[in-house]
Each structure stands twice: as C-alpha cells, then as structure tokens.
C-alpha cells in the first residue's frame, strides 16, 4: 500500500513540473503577458503589456507605462491621391534633421516598409523612432523614456514598439 502512495505523488510532481515550464513558454520575451489591441478598421495592432495604459485618440494611440516613465505613441498618415508610394527612410531623415538630438541619431534599420533610429535629447532621454509604410499607410511610432532602454520598463517599452504591425494594402 505503501509503495502505490508514493508512486502517485511521484507522478503528480512530474505532472506539475511539466505544466509549469510551459507555462513559461508562453510568457513575453519581457515577462509580460501582453494583450493586443487593434485599431477599428484592422489593418494596425500593438501589444499592450499588464498594468500599463492605453489611450486612443482621433490621432493617434498611446501606450504608457504604469510609472509614466515609458510612453510609445503610433500616429498613422495616409497618403493622398497622386502623391507616389510613401518610403519609411525618406520620413525618417526628415525626422531626425528637425528633432532635437544631444548626440547623432544611430540608424537601425532602413527600408522602403520600415526604417528606425535611436537617439537621446539634449534632457538626456531616450528615444526610439520607427516609420512602417504598406505605401499606403504610414505610421509613425516612437518610444520615449526617462529611462535606459537596458532597464526593465525601457526594453518593454521596446518590445511594445516592436510589436506592432501594418497589414499590407488590400
């Protein structure tokens, strides 16, 4: 009798240590379970981390964190009838020669569909700029933060940035 009662609590510790490692599979990559919200007419979605605020307004949507500290805001713009294709990198460089940079802007990707640069201001915060194109549609999203990207809020803030995405033109 013995023996069975202390086959069954083996297998049910197995059990329980199975469920929990993929449990962590399906966390974010920062720790957070990010719900995603998208815009009414579904061609934009963003990731919006526990306990930090969404805010849409006619303009734009707005991502902060819960310290206030972090804030990513997505603007989108739609090109008008006979303007040609709208190219990310062009929108990019006109950006970054009227924004204020304590330091020069280091370019981390550029594309025709996407083109982003990290800067810091002359009050010494951090910024990360994206524009993501369909040719169509152009959003412009930034991350802001008082604080490093290396720390907890500032890379989640990233990841935030990061996740969001522009359907292709239907």
């Known amino acids: 009798m013995r023996t069975l009662l202390t086959k069954s609590k083996k297998s049910s510790t197995k059990e329980t240590a199975t469920k929990k490692s993929s449990h962590k599979a399906a966390n974010g990559r920062n720790g957070f379970h990010p719900g995603t919200y998208i815009v009414p007419r579904g ?19 707005q991502v902060e964190s819960e310290a206030s500290e972090t ?47 990290r800067f810091r201001d002359p009050e010494g915060d951090n910024w990360l700029v994206r524009f993501i194109t369909n040719g169509k549609t152009l959003l ?31």
């Open 43 to 61: 061609h934009v979605s963003i990731a919006v981390p526990t306990f930090w605020n969404l805010r849409q307004t006619n303009d734009d949507l």
């Open 71 to 117: 804030t990513v805001i997505v603007t989108a713009y739609h090109r008008n009838a006979g303007v040609q294709s709208l190219d990310a990198r062009e929108y990019l460089r006109h950006f970054l020669d009227t924004a204020p940079a304590a330091d020069k802007a280091k370019m981390i990707d550029s594309s025709k569909q996407k083109a982003s640069a």
């Open 140 to 170: 412009l999203a930034t991350c802001h933060s008082n604080r490093p990207f290396t720390s907890r809020e500032g890379r989640t803030g990233v990841a935030v940035l990061e996740s969001i995405k522009l359907k292709a033109r239907s």
